[in-house]
């Protein structure tokens, strides 16, 4: 699958746009459902009757109808073939992506379900809330792994043999920065909705509780991802985009705390710090690709890519003797055939080495500075045997 050739801006913002209704959509159905759950156990362990209205309420509101529940992953699957074309991955990743759909449809289906039973036992409530909002999460999970996944093109190519790989500290940092920022916009929603659908003052309070944990958390939590980032991931943008969203949630302290707070401005107000948080991935993933697809070689040598192909490959007991497995465990997180990674299309460097196998062999075995548009290689430590059979069958591959 090659890279789309197009325009890339639309797809871009198409993608932004998509990701921008969906992500909040689906944390606020998992966090707000979350709430309801708990506002309903609390009203059936009390006999609170308004609180298990309460807990209908909100549930009604966050909880999909019949539209939204085929909406919401159909917009996430749009959003990810935007992705597909624009980076061109024809790996496992795409597996991936199909989980994240099919658990986004399931989860948005439990929870419909549930909305519709809520006067039912708790036990049917609770199983088909809680797996509703399990798979939700998980869905987004997936989505915010494989988006980190994608600004590190090194380990991206790794993912095949290596399907752990997929899980990463910023993409887990990434996801409780969003869960930290649903749990705060279903506080909100939660702390302006209440008075008026159950004429009480039941829920504002603990609206309130939700509203400032996340947003308190959400900060430290953006940095934990930052840090997390590959370097050439980073760009000042992301920063500022950072910045802005930390100051959103200032804004919205300010409001409660001014008591300012009418016409629900701190649901509207946290809401709009989602777009924001989500430029941030989709800048990133842009600036990865870009890195590695020019030549931004300067951080790439900062970037520790060297230690990849030797923590993904504890030596085996026998040499390899055949090359193709040789070149992929030692070569391929930098090499592709016909195009740039971290290193040079092999189609174009191979030739000269034609008829010439032991200097290609020297080269693996002690790079030399070549092209000082790339960092240089580091050397790649195999057996004797494995530098033989590498180096024959990509001089036999290049001769086909
Ligand atoms: C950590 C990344 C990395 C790994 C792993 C790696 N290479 Fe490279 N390779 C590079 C870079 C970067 C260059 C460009 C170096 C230069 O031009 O100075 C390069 C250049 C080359 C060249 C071109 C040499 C020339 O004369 O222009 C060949 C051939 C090559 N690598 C083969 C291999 C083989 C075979 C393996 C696996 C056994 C391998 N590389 C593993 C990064 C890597």
Same mark, same amino acid.
């Given at each position: ?78 959003? $990810?073939?935007?992705?597909?074309? #624009?980076?061109?991955?024809?790996? +496992? @990743?795409?597996?991936?992506?199909? *989980?994240? !759909? %099919? /658990? ?106 939700? $509203?400032?944990?996340?947003?308190? #958390?959400?900060?430290?939590?953006? +940095? @934990?991802?930052?840090?997390?980032? *590959?370097? !050439? %991931? /980073? ?127 020297? !080269? ?37």
């Amino acid at each position: 699958m090659p890279a789309f050739e197009g325009d890339p801006l639309l797809l871009n913002i198409l993608t932004f746009l998509l990701l921008s209704v969906v992500i909040p959509f689906a944390g606020i159905m998992a966090a707000g459902g979350a709430t309801a759950l708990c506002c309903d156990l609390y009203g059936r362990r009390n006999g609170s009757e308004g609180h298990r209205r309460l807990a209908d309420a909100l549930m009604e509101h966050v909880a999909p109808g019949r539209f939204v529940w085929l909406l919401l992953p159909l917009g996430l699957a749009l959003a $990810l073939l935007c992705q597909w074309l #624009l980076y061109g991955l024809a790996n +496992l @990743l795409s597996a991936f992506w199909i *989980a994240a !759909f %099919a /658990l986004l449809l399931a989860g948005a289906g439990a929870l419909r379900l549930c909305r519709k039973s809520l006067s039912r036992s708790f036990v049917q409530v609770s199983v088909l809330g809680a797996s509703g909002i399990f798979f939700i999460a998980a869905s987004l999970y997936l989505v915010l792994l494989s988006e980190t996944l994608i600004q590190r093109p090194d380990q991206l190519a790794l993912l095949p043999r290596l399907p752990g790989i997929i899980i990463s500290w910023h993409g887990t940092w990434r996801f409780l920065s969003l869960a930290a920022l649903s749990v705060a916009a279903a506080g909100a929603l939660l702390r302006w909705g209440a008075p008026r659908w159950t004429g009480g003052d039941y829920g504002r309070m603990g609206g309130g509780i939700l $509203l400032g944990a996340g947003l308190v #958390l959400l900060p430290v939590l953006i +940095l @934990l991802e930052l840090q997390r980032a *590959a370097p !050439f %991931a /980073l760009s000042t943008l992301i920063f500022v985009l950072a910045a802005v969203a930390v100051v959103q949630a200032g804004a919205v302290f300010l409001l409660l705390a001014t008591g300012n707070e009418r016409k629900g401005a701190a649901f509207v107000l946290t809401i709009l710090i989602f777009p924001v948080w989500i430029l941030m991935g989709q800048i990133g993933r842009e600036e990865a690709q870009a890195e590695a697809i020019v030549a931004g070689t300067a951080a790439l040598v900062d970037f520790p890519v060297i230690g990849v192909p030797t923590i993904v490959a504890a030596p085996p007991a026998a040499p390899i003797v055949d090359g193709e497995t040789v070149f992929n465990r030692h070569c391929i997180a930098c090499h592709r055939f016909d195009s740039r990674l971290v290193g040079p299309p092999l189609n174009e460097v191979l030739p000269k080495y034609v008829g010439n196998r032991e200097a290609l062999i020297g !080269f693996i075995r002690a790079p030399d500075r070549v092209n000082p548009d790339y960092p240089p290689m580091p050397p790649i430590v195999l057996r004797e045997p494995e530098y033989e059979a590498v180096a024959s069958w990509l001089l036999q591959r290049i001769e086909e």
